[in-house]
T-cell receptor
Framework: QQPVQSPQAVILREGEDAVINCSSS?????VHWYRQKHGEAPVFLMILLKGGEQKGHEKISASFNEKKQQSSLYLTASQLSYSGTYFC??????????????FGQGTILTVHP | DAGVIQSPRHEVTEMGQEVTLRCKPISGHDYLFWYRQTMMRGLELLIYFNNNVPIDDSGMPEDRFSAKMPNASFSTLKIQPSEPRDSAVYFC?????????????FGPGTRLTVL
């Protein structure tokens, strides 16, 4: 089942922060975050494996709340280069999705000067 | 490394024609995935292979779609006959090892237009 991302779209000015959420109706085993720029392929950002785990990549970080079956992506002091569509991909504990990711519908992030 | 290679990058065909999309995964990767991306349905997994063996084809929409991986360095996705609703961007991705630990690398995609 497809995870649900929110918001669907967000518009920022350079330097502002944003949070993108990814929620699943099934118990999560891992969450993968990707960013896709227009006309290009998705590019990997990070993987979160355990409940409560946080990871960071420069000014982009993420958390994984196992109890809530949710992951959040945090973009701090946004830059123009952050613009794009962000996808979460989930892997579940039920065994039916082992080895494959189910992607959310995406969150369109636009950063203006 | 050249990354995942897909061909053609663009394909325009007429309804009823056969379409073959090609993918060369990153050398050494043992998983290969075919995705379809549309505005309406987002990024959908069609099928994936492990060590050239199809593991899950539950995302393949119809019998018109078929995929093969004859060896570790080549895979095809075929649509026969094609229909306008097949128009989409088709991505191939590859990965080394189990998903929990490793990222998928996506190819540049093939933009398919069926008239």
């Amino acid at each position: 089942q497809q995870p649900v991302q929110s918001p669907q779209a967000v518009i920022l000015r350079e330097g502002e922060d944003a949070v993108i959420n990814c929620s699943s109706s099934k118990a999560l085993y891992s969450v993968h975050w990707y960013r896709q720029k227009h006309g290009e392929a998705p590019v990997f950002l990070m993987i979160l494996l355990k409940g409560g785990e946080q990871k960071g990549h420069e000014k982009i970080s993420a958390s994984f709340n196992e109890k809530k079956q949710q992951s959040s992506l945090y973009l701090t002091a946004s830059q123009l280069s952050y613009s794009g569509t962000y996808f979460c991909g989930t892997e579940h504990l039920d065994g039916t999705s082992y080895g494959k990711l189910t992607f959310g519908q995406g969150t369109i992030l636009t950063v203006h000067p | 490394d050249a990354g995942v290679i897909q061909s053609p990058r663009h394909e325009v065909t007429e309804m009823g024609q056969e379409v073959t999309l090609r993918c060369k995964p990153i050398s050494g990767h043992d998983y290969l995935f075919w995705y379809r991306q549309t505005m309406m349905r987002g990024l959908e997994l069609l099928i994936y292979f492990n060590n050239n063996v199809p593991i899950d084809d539950s995302g393949m929409p119809e019998d018109r779609f078929s995929a093969k991986m004859p060896n570790a360095s080549f895979s095809t996705l075929k649509i026969q006959p094609s229909e306008p609703r097949d128009s989409a961007v088709y991505f191939c991705a590859s990965r080394f090892g189990q998903s929990s630990y490793n990222e998928q690398f996506f190819g540049p995609g093939t933009r398919l237009t069926v008239l």
